[in-house]
């Protein structure tokens, strides 16, 4: 290899928009939108936990859709609307599914949550997932190594009933 | 003590887990800070011929390559080297020491760069050579070689000669595979440098032992290294020895006089410690009626060629069931590979397994239910020491979990029960752990607007640390839970040891409770000193904490407030740090208990299992939050699980390389796994064991769990897998 291989090529300038704030970077093109999100815009809320779309941990909201954010360049996601656990709550407010979370214990260590969250999210937007059988098959891309799944089932069962 | 304790409180750090502001040890910012990628060895064992970073140092943005050859200086005697839970035998790993390889995916090297990025693609330039030496790394083709390390307890009677007289016999090798912890968070460090000191936000189960262990390893004196780790995302045990990552952050920060980050891919995980594959050889020879007459355990576990790790895998039976002869021993065999360390009810998850698979085989070959079996044979002692137990409510576990399950619908022959396509089986286990508490400090800062912060250096790993001892220091302190804040995992704060053995609960409320008591102390003498005080001639001791006053224990109208009675002293505020206390009581054995039934269905011409079924009724004495606490129990059924179905890394021999280093194929259990799990806290009041009654969880809700899941895939198919995991593929080969 010579040395011009061996370097970093230019940066690209992206937008988009975070938690409906509008943020631009420049970045490395092999940068994925979670460290895009995590070391670049301090939104550590994110969580990385193998970066191989294994675990989960990283899952955010892209315009609306559910998605593993270490599986995505950032660049692809230019122009995109990205919804991060920090954007969950509204004014102060915890969203339904946070506040179902922390009432049925659905974590321990907390760290694979943002990731169940935004994935829980996802899920209750998408309109599939009708009973627990369901919910337990939709929510099987996200790990929990504490084993708090029956109690993930049940608060995203209370929020699909809440009013 | 009022209100909190025993309820089902949620967790107060449980805002910051659901809206991200938890911070976990990767996650801290620094100015300047720098990004460190791992480099690891791809041979088991030999030396390093070549290193050659100059690829690497090349590449715009790379701040320099760390190695055994360039590196800050560590110290040289293993004595600095060992923290306060490394195995007493040994040379503990020295991360880029020397230019020897002790194991696969050993570091031996760190390249450090301005951006994770071009880090971690400066990381693949490097150039190395090794000079390869032979090595070992399968327990089964070692085990000739096996070495006794411990006995867990004397041998009673003479076990070989009941064995070989015994009516009836049984007698089997249980193997464990090798096991990973795969908490989600990978491990990380940053360090924070400054010109005279370091802050190093490390992901640990124990902050002081980090502190102590750097301070030595790097000549560094308390008050320059300070440790932090107020989020820790999952450990299981990975995080109670300090890892290889800290240093390598510390020494990078030293070496560049930058703070670095370093976090470790999940591959590089599997080069830390992890759960030995052990073979289990239990045999048990009993009369006819059940009367067991001899109990042999030997375990044989794999350990490193460097240090010798090993537990009690092989006591249990001696404490759950009587037997006028036993004998145990703990074998190592010595390889290839790095340490082996505690992981979630280390020993007794393996032994234990092997225990009470062997019971269900020789309940099968008695003609006997296995609950009866184990109800013939319970004992009441502790037989090695001949002790009581300070509370043992092991058969209303038995009982309590049996009806919950309905085991009495149970048909007992295999391959008898069935769900359409499915074959049933119903199996059960007991499970059993120590109840151990260590010393812990706790300080309280109580101020004059009855608001309190309680402050220990003990970790929470998602235990829920924080949230008893809100719990316990609002009931103690008679305030409100919002009213107290608590304060955990930083070096600085009141001594604490790792999390880990299931004693943090326990050791930190009892800490607690000792400092809120010098606070009540203060306080009464404040309010009985008052001025025209209602409170006037009372003794002090007669004096309580109760909904924000201090009061008459007798007659709580009369009473001041806690404001009010500062400001008599004028005192803003008042501070208190104990050391929590625990009467030497060496008359009674501890420990805690369950019963573990469960139900599996089997697709009978696919071969897949799910675990439909489980309930876990466990006696740990007082249970301080049984929503925390049943949550706890929950997560650890799902390890058994996991133990039992799914969980195993697998080496090839030929490379002495683990082949399924990541975390879609080192199996661990999903969502859609689980099922029912039904958890029961037994009533069990314990007035020996210390003031409150408390054991701890940690571990007991994983003991048994494996087994019952054996014995039932058993009763389902007629077929003993004694190899975990029990994948399809051992069912229908």
């Excluded at chain 2, 087994?707 to 069912?731: C, S, W």
């Amino acid at each position: 290899m010579t040395d011009s291989t061996n370097q970093i090529p230019d940066r690209i300038r992206l937008s988009f928009v975070v938690n409906g704030t509008k943020r631009t970077l420049d970045l490395v093109p092999w940068t994925t939108l979670l460290d895009a999100l995590r070391d670049h815009l301090g939104l550590t809320g994110t969580k990385k936990g193998c970066d191989h779309g294994q675990c989960g941990a990283c899952t955010v909201l892209v315009d609306g859709r559910r998605i593993n954010s270490c599986l995505t360049l950032a660049v692809m996601k230019d122009g995109a609307e990205i919804t991060t656990v920090e954007g969950l709550a509204q004014d102060g407010t915890l969203h339904p599914l946070q506040q179902a979370f922390i009432d049925h214990d659905a974590f321990q260590c907390g760290y694979c949550t943002p990731g169940q969250l935004c994935s829980a999210a996802g899920l209750l937007s998408e309109g599939r997932a009708k009973d627990a059988d369901e919910i337990r098959e939709l929510m099987s891309g996200n790990l929990c190594r504490c084993g708090a799944y029956p109690n993930i089932v049940a608060a995203i069962q209370q929020t699909m009933s809440w009013p | 003590m009022n209100g909190y304790v025993g309820t089902a409180t949620s967790r107060v750090d449980g805002r910051a887990k659901v809206t991200g502001a938890a911070k976990y040890a990767g996650e801290f910012a620094a100015d300047g800070l720098l990004h460190g990628f791992v480099v690891t060895a791809t041979i088991p064992r030999g030396r390093i011929t070549r290193l050659d970073a100059s690829g690497a140092l090349k590449v715009k943005g790379v701040v320099d390559v760390l190695t055994h050859a360039h590196r800050h200086p560590l110290a040289d005697k293993d004595e600095a080297w060992k923290d306060e839970v490394a195995p007493e035998k040994g040379s503990p790993f020295r991360p880029l020491y020397d230019d020897s390889i002790k194991f696969n995916d050993q570091p031996i090297a760190l390249v450090v760069a301005e951006d994770w990025e071009t880090a971690k693609f400066a990381a693949t330039l490097l150039d190395v050579a090794y000079q390869e030496e032979p090595f070992a790394t399968d327990l089964e083709a070692e085990r000739g070689s096996a070495t006794e390390v411990q006995k867990p307890h004397e041998p009673r009677g003479d076990a070989a000669a009941a064995l070989a007289g015994a009516a009836i016999r049984h007698e089997a090798d249980y193997l464990v595979p090798t096991e990973h912890h795969n908490p989600m968070e990978l491990y990380a460090t940053t360090a924070v440098w400054e010109v005279d000191r370091l802050t190093v936000y490390d992901k640990t189960q124990g902050v002081q032992n980090v502190q102590k262990f750097l301070c030595s390893v790097f000549g560094k004196t308390p008050d320059e290294i300070r440790v932090i780790s107020p989020y820790v995302g999952g450990a299981f045990g990975s995080g109670l020895r300090p890892q290889y990552q800290v240093v390598l952050a510390t020494l990078a920060a030293l070496q560049l006089k930058r703070s670095v980050r370093i976090v470790l891919t999940r591959h590089q995980m599997y080069g830390l410690g992890y759960r030995p594959e052990t073979i289990e050889h239990v045999g048990l020879g009993a009369r006819p009626d059940g009367t067991l007459d001899a109990v042999v355990h030997e375990a044989i576990a794999v350990t490193s060629r460097y240090e010798e790790f090993s537990r009690n895998d092989t006591g249990w039976a001696e404490q759950l069931y009587k037997s006028a002869n036993s004998r145990y021993s703990h074998q190592l065999v010595r390889l290839d590979v790095a340490t082996p360390c505690d992981m979630r009810a280390p020993g007794a998850a393996s032994g234990v397994w092997a225990l009470e698979c062997a019971m269900d085989e020789l309940a099968n070959a008695l003609k006997l239910d296995p609950v009866e079996l184990r109800l013939k044979c319970y004992s009441d002692r502790d037989q090695s020491e001949d002790l009581p137990y300070t509370s043992k409510q092991l058969r209303a576990c038995y009982r309590q979990a049996a009806a919950a399950f309905g085991w009495s619908n149970r048909n007992p022959a295999p391959r008898s029960m069935r769900d359409g396509k499915e074959l049933v089986g119903w199996g059960m286990a007991t499970g059993i752990w120590e109840a151990l508490q260590m010393p812990v400090a706790a300080r309280i800062v109580l101020t004059a607007n009855g608001h309190a912060e309680v402050s220990s250096a003990a970790s929470d790993i998602g235990t829920g640390t924080y949230t008893i001892v809100a719990q316990v220091a609002a009931d103690a302190l008679g305030l409100p839970m919002d009213n107290i804040t608590v304060k955990l995992a930083d070096s600085s704060l009141p001594q604490a040891p790792v999390e880990g053995g299931s004693w943090m609960a326990a050791s930190s409320a009892h800490a607690v409770l000792a400092a809120a008591e010098d606070i009540r102390q203060e306080l009464a003498r404040l309010a009985v000193a008052m001025a025209g005080s209602p409170l006037a001639g009372t003794d002090p001791a007669d004096v309580i904490l109760s909904e924000g006053m201090i009061a008459v224990g007798s007659d709580k109208s009369r009473s001041v407030s806690i404001a009010d009675a500062m400001r008599s002293g004028s005192l803003e505020r008042i501070e208190k740090e104990k050391l929590n206390h625990f009467a030497e009581d060496k008359s009674h054995a501890r420990n805690t208990h369950s019963a573990v039934f469960a139900e599996v269905k089997i697709d009978e011409e696919l071969g897949v299992i799910r675990v439909t079924r489980v309930v876990n009724a466990v006696a740990a004495g007082r249970i301080l939050n049984t929503k925390t606490g049943r949550s706890q129990v929950m997560g650890s059924v799902v390890w058994g699980i996991g133990m039992a179905l799914h969980e195993e890394a697998v080496m090839d021999h030929r490379f002495g390389r683990i082949m399924n280093a990541n975390i879609a194929e080192y199996h661990i259990p999903v969502n859609a796994d689980i099922h029912d799990i039904d958890v029961i806290f037994v009533d069990e009041q314990d007035e020996h064991i210390n003031k409150l009654g408390i054991k701890g969880l940690g571990e007991i809700g994983i003991v048994g769990v494996p087994a019952a899941i054996a014995n039932a895939v058993y009763h389902a198919t007629g077929r003993r897998v004694r190899r975990f995991p029990i994948t399809l593929d051992k069912l229908l080969s």
